[in-house]
Every structure is written in C-alpha cells, then in structure tokens.
C-alpha cells in the first residue's frame, strides 16, 4: 500500500497519461493553527476529482468550483504555477473552516512533461530522499539528491520542497500481534516486512501488502540497511532470533528500535547486549523496551497499538525520557515507561 504522498503522485501522473489536465497542490506556508502542515499534496483534475488533501474539504471544495468552471487554466494561467492564500481575514477563515488566524498559502502547478514526477516516483521506490526545485516563473523542475525530508521553502521565484521514501516497518516474528500491527502500519501508510524463519510460525501466515521473510533477522537487517525512514520491532521473546538482528539495527539508521519482552527480561536482554556482546550504552539508550506506550494494553490488538503509537510519536519527533538508566554496571527500567502488559 501505498503512502499517501506515494498515492497523491502516482494518481496525478495517471490522470495526466490519461489526457486530462491535473494541477499538484502542495501547502507551501502555514501561520497560526492550520488542518495540514506544510507539505501536504493534493492532485486535482479538470473534472474536479481529487487525492489527497490540503485542508480537510473546504479549500478543496473551493478549488474543485474554480477548475469545474474554467478549468486548470482558471487558477494557474499560461501553464505556470500560482501562488494561492487562504484564511488571511476572519471571514475567509470563517468560510474555508480555518481555525482563528490560520492561513494556508498554497502552488498550485499544471502537470506537464517538465513536473518530472516519474522521476521522483522512481527515486521514493528506491528510498532515496529527493529535493524538489519549481520555478514558478517556468514550471521547470529540478531534482536532487538530499540528505532527509524537510520543510517547504517557498520564494518570489521558487518551491523547493522534500519527498522522503515511504516509512517502512519492519517486525522480527510472525504471530497474532505481528498481525494485528501490520493492519495498523498498513494503513497509516508503511510499507511492511515480516520476518521469520521458522516454518511453524511462519506457515500459513500471509496478509495482503505485507512482505513476508524467511531469512535469519539479522541478515535481513544487513541486507535492507535501515535508513532514518525506517522502524524494527523484535515480536519473538527468542534471544537467536532477536538480539543480533536489534544489534545491526541499533547501529544502523532507523529512528525506532523496539522489542517486547517483560521488565526483567528487558534489563537481561539489555545487560546481555551490553556485557556479551559489546554494545555502546549510547547505542542501548535508544532501544525501546518493552515496546510500547502506557495505555492499559492487555489484548494482542491493544499491545500492536501501544507499539504503533510510539513508532509514529518517535517519527514524528516526540520526545520521550531515557528508557533506562545505569546503576553500577546493571541496565534497570524506568517505571512510568513501562507498558501495563509488561510485567
């Protein structure tokens, strides 16, 4: 499945292969409380049909009116992008249902040849971060290389906005929570990797959209090289299956590491990785166990939620306290992190 940003591009390039005129809309700028952050997409056709969302229905709904009545051409002329506000006043705010003092500046860009979004399609598939440089004066795009996603930048001349590859998850056993947390990620836009290599567990387990492996998790973690967009999960409660794939992923770039597991057995895992097999303390400091936040869980599908809320707080950059602290060479919990189900 794809993200939504994944689906915004690859349904306006079909549309436009259609014949049909598309305008892409991103959220350039925002000020005061807005519905969507600021690189946000929308594509919208000459007939009005839409994906994505700029904020939430009333925008669009005025921009559908505009193209229904004059097209494409109506709010971009001469084929150029244009530079849309909404919300300046009190009663366009009241109007475009804009909380209080919000207002949302938008570009709206024709599709054309020059958009490139094959290419920027192409380089998310292949988990490449890209820059995105409009001209507004021409429409022409340059793309490069870039470090990690970023806030829109937005001048007299140009849009330069960033496209990151698709967040990605990937869970360490096959079972009922695995299951349960790979809906969840499904359809908040992960692509999804299961891994187990043992045939009893993994038998008959399969989910539409989820990739399932066989391999040893430690030489999947190797082969894929997680990268900032990237989640890993240990489900098993098995140290050979776990403890060198979370090692390799502790020292890749993924922005969430997490295992489950009960409070005595998090400060053994934790000391194991520490006194067997070397591991920096930096290294252990972001490791996230038990999984999971505080919300009561006791069923499968309540502990996946637990888990998911945290991978999507952490990429989202909420901050959380130290999941351990050190005393006299032992690894022991903080209690207020740790989940209801651990125990």
């Known amino acids: 499945m794809d993200d939504l940003d994944t689906l915004v591009l690859r349904t306006a390039l079909g549309w436009h292969a259609t014949g049909l005129s598309v305008a892409l809309v991103t959220v350039a700028r925002t000020w005061g409380s807005s519905p969507r952050p600021p690189g946000s997409l929308m594509a919208i056709n000459g007939q009005g049909e839409t994906v994505g969302s700029v904020s939430g229905g009333c925008i669009e709904d005025d921009l559908i009116q505009r193209i229904q009545e004059g097209g494409v051409r109506a709010v971009c002329s001469a084929d150029t992008p244009a530079v849309l506000c909404y919300g300046i006043s009190a009663d366009q705010a009241h109007r475009f249902g804009l909380p209080c003092g919000g207002t949302v500046e938008l570009v709206l860009e024709p599709?054309?040849?020059?958009?490139r979004l094959d290419e920027l399609l192409l380089a998310c598939q292949q988990r490449r971060s890209t820059e995105r440089r409009l001209d507004l004066r021409t429409g022409q795009v340059e793309l490069n290389e870039a470090r990690r996603d970023g806030l829109p930048q937005l001048d007299d001349t140009q849009l330069t906005t960033y496209l990151g590859p698709q967040a990605r998850l990937i869970l360490i056993g096959a079972g009922d929570l695995s299951r349960f947390m790979c809906q969840m990620a499904l359809s908040l836009g992960f692509e999804v990797i299961v891994c187990d290599p043992r045939e009893a567990h993994r038998s008959g387990w399969q989910m539409d959209g989820v990739i399932l492996s066989h391999e040893?998790?430690?030489?999947?973690?190797?082969?894929?090289?997680?990268?900032?967009?990237?989640?890993?999960?240990?489900?098993?409660?098995?140290?050979?299956?776990?403890?060198?794939?979370?090692?390799?992923?502790?020292?890749?770039?993924?922005?969430?590491?997490?295992?489950?597991?009960?409070?005595?057995?998090?400060?053994?895992r934790r000391e194991r990785l520490y006194t067997h097999f070397g591991l920096p303390e930096t290294d252990l400091q972001n490791l996230h166990g038990p999984a999971g936040m505080y919300i009561g869980s006791k069923t499968p599908a309540e502990i996946a939620l637990s888990i998911m809320a945290e991978v999507v707080a952490v990429k989202n950059g909420v901050q959380f306290p130290p999941p351990v602290q050190v005393a006299e060479g032992k690894f022991q919990l903080e209690q207020p992190t740790v989940p209801a189900y651990a125990v």
């Open 216 to 268: 040893m998790p430690d030489d999947l973690i190797l082969r894929l090289r997680p990268d900032v967009r990237t989640a890993v999960v240990a489900l098993t409660h098995d140290p050979k299956l776990d403890d060198l794939a979370l090692i390799d992923a502790l020292q890749s770039g993924a922005f969430y590491v997490g295992a489950i597991g009960s409070r005595r057995n998090t400060a053994l």
């Open 111 to 115: 599709i054309s040849k020059h958009s």
